[in-house]
């Protein structure tokens, strides 16, 4: 079974250009999260879909963060404009839906992206 | 506010002793626990995982051990060898909505295994 995959591995921006990223979970997993790591701290949730909804975006830093997931499948997390503090390794998790008890969140190896 | 805290930013063991690293909470929402190892350039990979409702839960090598009372997890590597060697995040979930599991990671700690 293949694991949760995204694209770019690696990006680099200048200032104030956009940038998508990807992220394909597991097949067949509800649950996509995205988290950020940023200059080797821990690693923040950003938000969480359930399918094509948006279940928690809490972790959203501000509105040049716009993430989706049209269908229910992949994801894309777009940032516009981009600035020097985005710069980091963006994470994308899934899991299965959990009818009961809890499960795990498994990680794609992420995206790094550098804002020059 | 840091809700989970790894104090430990590095650990070296020799190998095949036991490794142990610990992980502190605040929260006392947080119901579930897990561990993940993370190596250069990929993504955590999920190790272990603990309910609030047990004090312990084995697989393999590894066994991680949770205090409720004092907010405390650990995670034992039994015989620990060169290939334990990465980053280990501690990382915790509270209940929410069916589904919803936002994780909140500790800081990381980096295992050396020394042959």
């Known amino acids: 079974e293949a694991g949760v995959t995204q694209f770019p591995s690696h990006s680099v921006i200048e200032k104030g250009q956009t940038v998508t990223l990807r992220c394909d979970p597991i097949?067949?997993?509800?649950?996509l999260y995205w988290y950020r790591r940023v200059m080797g701290k821990e690693i923040k949730f950003l938000l969480h879909?359930?399918?094509?909804?948006?279940?928690?975006e809490s972790g959203m830093p501000n509105n040049r963060f716009l993430a989706e997931r049209t269908g229910g499948t992949y994801s894309t997390l777009k940032v516009q404009p981009a600035e020097l503090e985005d710069s980091g390794v963006y994470f994308c998790?899934?899991?299965?839906?959990?009818?009961?008890?809890?499960?795990?969140?498994?990680f794609g190896p992420g995206t790094r992206l550098t804002v020059l | 506010d840091q809700q989970v805290k790894q104090n430990s930013p590095s650990l070296s063991v020799q190998e095949g002793r036991i490794s142990i690293l610990n992980c502190d909470y605040t929260n006392s929402m947080f119901d579930y626990f897990l561990w993940y190892k993370k190596y250069p350039a990929e993504g955590p990979t999920f190790l272990i995982s603990?309910?609030?409702?047990?004090d312990k839960n084995e697989d393999g090598r590894f066994t991680v051990f949770l205090n409720k009372s004092a907010k405390h997890l650990s995670l034992h590597i039994v015989p620990s060898q060169p290939g334990d060697s990465a980053v280990y995040f501690c990382?915790?979930?509270?209940?929410?909505?069916?589904?919803?599991?936002?994780?909140?990671f500790g800081q990381g700690t980096r295992l050396t295994i020394n042959p």
């Open positions: 990382a915790a979930s509270a209940v929410e909505t069916q589904g919803a599991q936002k994780l909140v």
């Open positions: 603990i309910s609030s409702i047990k």
């Open positions: 097949s067949g997993h509800d649950n």
């Open positions: 879909f359930v399918k094509e909804s948006k279940q928690d």
């Open positions: 998790a899934s899991s299965p839906r959990a009818d009961r008890g809890r499960i795990a969140q498994y």
